[in-house]
């Protein structure tokens, strides 16, 4: 990746002197000259675009610049401010990342491989303010370009909250603001993240991670880590509704007339699209905490972190306990989290609570059970003493809903390995034929049928059965 251009204070000229008069809008907002400074800010907007994306030598917009753009998404109340802002601030980031891998050439002359190189810009503009700012006098508060680790945490509940009281158009508006503010401070963190991690797992160097972005916000304490997941995964929840509400419907029939019916309409079919988005961002931020986890993990082992990096609850452990807990989070955290991997692991971890450690194995067991691989946890339930055992503890539609959710990440993993030839770890699928875990399925479920006849196999457990069904169909006439 080339190494993105920095504009100096002064490479844009006049422009940052006048755009900052512009956006101060003092005395303004609600003075007849309101809609100007709605216009001068559109024409900001496209001014940065034309001379950062559309020129052929276009620098990064300086830190005042970017502050500028980033105050316009949090605190317009403009559909057409909100969303022009929102895709330029995206755009942006794509451009000119501030932290990637850049390439090098390997030193050894018997190589010609590229080797790669985190490489971070310091100097450039970060939405986020994490202990001391270096851009901001203040400390301890966020200037209104940038937001800390209680404003990341509050605007996750603002937005949940929202959610629930929607009866106006501002109302809707702020709401798809905040989706769309929380959906671009996620895709920052992952920009930050995804390179260092990378970095990491080739150098084992662990302050490439300790200065990421999402483990100074894990461990900021103006913020309750545990309670922060917690707030992620209600969301999560709240937004895996149907996209198109009851709610929303009676909202667009019954909005005061006031407002133009064009931008009632545009609010209205913009909501469930966001609502998917913001979804798949905590999706994102779920998954890095993971692999954040997971390196910490690593680095621990081999003695490269100290008692300065602090110690935190793995996430997986706390979506565990909200999973087992609450009925509402673990149905919408299955049908919405889709990162076979990890999502396989979860079940296999849930499983792993209600199985003995120091099991003994009867005669109708065939050898030792391994309880780590979905294997292993098919065929502890395909023995009925095992079987009676966790449905004593999990409900029979908890079970079969594990296990079609496993099933369905198991084949995700199995197409991904295909598909790319990506190495996954021995507890994912490696040693798991297809054939041997379909019969593993169907054995599960039938014996999960012995010991509750009034189970009754809802969709999803029809369809895993079916599909399992069809496999060894196939194979078996060696298509």
Known sequence: MEMRRIAGEGAYGGMEENTMAMLDNSGFSRSK????????????????????????????PTRKMFEAIFHILKDVDSLDLIMESYQLLIELHK????????????????????????????EAWLPFTFGLDPYNNEANKPSRGSVDSLGFHSLI??????????????????????????????????????PRNCAFKEELNWT????????????????????????????????????MSFEDLRYHESSSMESSQESKTAAAL???????????????????????????????????????????????????DELIYDNDIRCSFLQVFDEPKWKLKIIIQYFQKYIPKSSVQTRRSNGPVNDETFDGILKYLANSNNT??????ICTEVVQL??????????????KCASDGSAVSPEDIQSMSS??????????????????????????????????????????QGL
């Open 402 to 415: 594990l296990l079609a959710h496993a099933f369905q990440a198991y084949l995700a993993l199995q197409l």
């Open 435 to 476: 054939v041997k875990i379909c019969n593993s399925l169907i054995s599960a479920f039938m014996c999960l049928k012995r010991e509750d006849r009034s189970l009754e196999l809802n969709f999803i457990g029809k369809e895993v059965l079916f599909t399992a069904a069809t496999i060894l169909s196939t194979k078996s």
């Open 157 to 194: 509940q603002e937005v949940a909250t929202v959610d629930k009281v929607r009866k106006s158009e501002m109302m809707e508006l702020m709401y798809l603001k905040n989706m769309l503010l929380l959906q671009y401070l996620i895709i920052f963190l992952e920009g930050d993240f995804l």
């Open 33 to 60: 000259f309101c809609h100007h400074i709605k216009d001068d800010r559109l024409a900001f907007l496209e001014a940065v675009r034309t001379a950062s994306l559309l020129s052929d030598n276009g620098s990064a």
């Open 208 to 243: 490439f991670l300790r200065e990421s972005l999402v483990n100074m916000l894990l461990g900021s304490r103006k913020i309750l880590y545990k309670s922060l997941i917690k707030d992620c995964l209600s969301l999560m929840h709240v937004l895996s509704r149907e996209a």
């Open 388 to 393: 009676r055992s966790i449905i004593k503890k």
């Open 95 to 122: 451009h000119f990342p501030r932290v990637f891998l850049s390439k090098v050439q390997s030193e050894s002359s018997s190589s010609s491989n590229n080797l790669f190189k985190l490489s971070v810009v310091q």
């Open 270 to 320: 913009a909501l469930p699209e966001a609502k998917k988005s913001t979804c798949a961002a905590l999706n994102k931020f779920f998954l890095m905490v993971m692999e954040l986890d997971s390196s910490r993990s690593s680095a621990d082992m081999q003695g490269l972190t100290t008692r300065a990096d602090g110690v935190r609850t793995p996430v997986v452990e706390i979506i565990l």
